[in-house]
T-cell receptor, first 112, second 115 residues
Framework: GENVEQHPSTLSVQEGDSAVIKCTYSDSASNYFPWYKQELGKRPQLIIDIRSNVGEKKDQRIAVTLNKTAKHFSLHITETQPEDSAVYFCAASNSGNTPLVFGKGTRLSVIA | EPEVTQTPSHQVTQMGQEVILRCVPISNHLYFYWYRQILGQKVEFLVSFYNNEISEKSEIFDDQFSVERPDGSNFTLKIRSTKLEDSAMYFC?????????????FGEGSRLTVL
């Protein structure tokens, strides 16, 4: 089955700097790659997703890139703010009912 | 905005007791899931449910676990005889798109503590 690796496990950045989180996946059939943000004690919430027919997607300060050949995808957050501090999870699945498989998460701390 | 709702938010139980966690998915969604998250760890898939039957389950979802959709709205997870290692946050999730992956909407979670 699918295996998703995520790095780094923790990341500290100064407010205003960029943050990059990287994930690799194992199943070449995977074609859907969402990123979820989880604040302490809260539910995971989707912040951005990308499908395999797209190489990059951007939404304001957040962008995701996908390299299907190398089987990796990355989350980029620019101009980080303290409210970006949270745990971020990448995930992957293929078409149909296949459940999302999550990475282990990255705890991002944005220091004011 | 429609939400997935879960009850209880927190349950404390003794080892060996049965627990039922309840979820009300978003009303027009078709696919339902249970995930769990041990404190500080990743979100792990337990089971998916579609068209009134289990479509996939993980190794975690052994004979002690069962799911049910007893009516048109509720989706329940039962743990027959809880173990200490079942202590975790259990998230229900649902999605609506047929025939393809799409956004998974999570409930707020039910924190299970087994003593």
């Amino acid at each position: 089955g699918e295996n998703v690796e995520q790095h780094p496990s923790t990341l500290s950045v100064q407010e205003g700097d960029s943050a990059v989180i990287k994930c690799t996946y194992s199943d070449s059939a995977s074609n859907y790659f969402p990123w979820y943000k989880q604040e302490l004690g809260k539910r995971p919430q989707l912040i951005i997703d990308i499908r395999s027919n797209v190489g990059e997607k951007k939404d304001q300060r957040i962008a995701v890139t996908l390299n299907k050949t190398a089987k990796h995808f990355s989350l980029h957050i620019t101009e980080t703010q303290p409210e970006d501090s949270a745990v971020y999870f990448c995930a992957a699945s293929n078409s149909g009912n296949t459940p999302l498989v999550f990475g282990k998460g990255t705890r991002l701390s944005v220091i004011a | 905005e429609p939400e997935v709702t879960q009850t209880p938010s927190h349950q404390v139980t003794q080892m060996g007791q049965e627990v039922i966690l309840r979820c009300v998915p978003i009303s027009n969604h078709l696919y339902f899931y249970w995930y769990r998250q041990i404190l500080g760890q990743k979100v792990e898939f337990l089971v998916s449910f579609y068209n009134n039957e289990i479509s996939e389950k993980s190794e975690i979802f052994d004979d002690q676990f069962s799911v049910e959709r007893p009516d048109g709205s509720n989706f329940t997870l039962k743990i027959r005889s809880t173990k200490l290692e079942d202590s975790a946050m259990y998230f229900c999730a649902s999605r609506g798109l047929a025939g393809g992956p799409g956004e998974l909407f999570f409930g707020e979670g039910s924190r299970l503590t087994v003593l």
